[in-house]
């Protein structure tokens, strides 16, 4: 069973950067697909970016040129650097694992860290 867990969140001027991290139990990069999601208020949860084994990435629209995920295999860690952020990134970020080579296999979620952007 992989557990994550997410660090990096906090309060953040407009304009600010904030680095989320996703510290993974177990080494999974290599077959799973990781992704920071996110969920403000009164909105559903959104993909921001993802990375797969092989080192491709996607991002959301709204964050594309503004954030980067990255990996450090030998840690065991996913890692989201926020720029340029602004109010509307204001959410609960969730650290997710997804298996994409077989079916019927669950996700594997944080719990979640607050990011606020505000003056």
């Known amino acids: 069973q992989v557990q994550l867990v997410e660090s990096g969140g906090g309060l953040v001027q407009p304009g600010g950067s904030l680095r989320l991290s996703c510290a993974a139990s177990?080494?999974?990069?290599?077959?799973?697909?990781m992704g920071w999601y996110r969920q403000a208020p009164g909105k559903q949860r959104e993909l921001v970016a993802t990375?797969?084994?092989?080192?491709?990435?996607n991002y959301a629209d709204s964050v594309k040129d503004r954030f980067t995920i990255s990996r450090d295999n030998a840690k065991n860690t996913v890692n989201l650097q926020m720029n340029s952020l602004k109010p509307e990134d204001t959410a609960v970020y969730s650290c997710n694992a997804r298996r994409l080579d077989v079916s019927y296999t669950p996700d594997y979620w944080g719990l979640g860290t607050q990011v606020t952007v505000s003056s």
């Open positions: 990375i797969t084994s092989g080192g491709s990435t």
């Open positions: 177990q080494s999974i990069f290599n077959i799973y697909r």
